[in-house]
């Protein structure tokens, strides 16, 4: 499974728009990027997955380049109650890859 | 839809006893894993179940075992509880796996308390 680099923690201000970049230098061609969040004492929920170029829900963006070595995840005009953990993970489950390594994550905070 | 539960949300146990936590999957789901995210840390991968299988372990010692039902749901068992047992454990389910698919949508997590 690829490893992926993170900055620990960020910092931003309620309307801001934040970028958390991932580094995954040795993605595999199968694998997917999927970013997850997490409040204290619950489980990580969900954001956004992609593969390449651009994806976008109505909770963030997420920007692949073409060689996939990075990706960014988008939060638009983010609030206070966007204050989490933010982790990158790079992999699959199906073709013998069981389990998802979840790395330290990013620590974002929104100040008012 | 009804997304992972999780039983019970706390549990306080002393060191040498035995935990049991359950979790149930979202509905559909056949894969089960469980974490163990010890406070203020990442999450590290426990085990992971499929079709009633266990499929693979994370490096934690034997006297963590778990099982799934013929339902899908599972439980996690600790034995011979360590202080260092004290955790958040987070269930996780995720349905056949398949292009795009491979999200796993989690539980609100047990909350377990050796003293």
């Known amino acids: 499974l690829a490893k992926t680099t993170q900055p620990i923690s960020m910092d931003s201000y309620e309307g801001q728009e934040v970028n958390i970049t991932c580094s995954h230098n040795n993605i595999a061609t199968n694998d997917y990027i999927t970013w997850y969040q997490q409040f204290p004492s619950q489980g990580p929920r969900f954001i956004i997955q992609g593969y390449k170029t651009k994806v976008t829900n109505e909770v963030a963006s997420l920007f692949i380049p073409a060689d996939r070595k990075s990706s960014t995840l988008s939060l638009p005009r983010v609030s206070l109650s966007d204050t989490a953990v933010y982790y990158c993970l790079v992999g699959r489950l199906s073709g013998g890859y069981n389990k998802l390594i979840f790395g330290a994550g990013t620590r974002l905070a929104v100040h008012p | 839809e009804a997304g992972v539960t999780q039983s019970p949300t706390h549990l306080i146990k002393t060191r040498g006893q035995q935990a049991t936590l359950r979790c149930s999957p979202i509905s559909g789901h056949t894969s089960v894993y469980w974490y163990q995210q010890a406070l203020g840390l990442g999450l590290q991968f426990l085990l992971w179940?499929?079709?009633?299988?266990?499929?693979n372990r994370g490096n934690f010692p034997p006297r963590f075992s778990g099982r799934q039902f013929p339902n899908y749901s599972s439980e996690l068992n600790v034995n011979a509880l360590e202080l260092e047992d004290s955790a958040l454990y987070l269930c996780?389910?995720?349905?056949?796996?398949?292009?795009?698919?491979?999200?796993?949508?989690f539980g609100p997590g047990t909350r377990l308390t050796v003293l």
């Open positions: 996780a389910s995720s349905s056949v796996p398949g292009i795009g698919t491979d999200t796993q949508y």
């Open positions: 179940y499929d079709e009633g299988e266990e499929r």
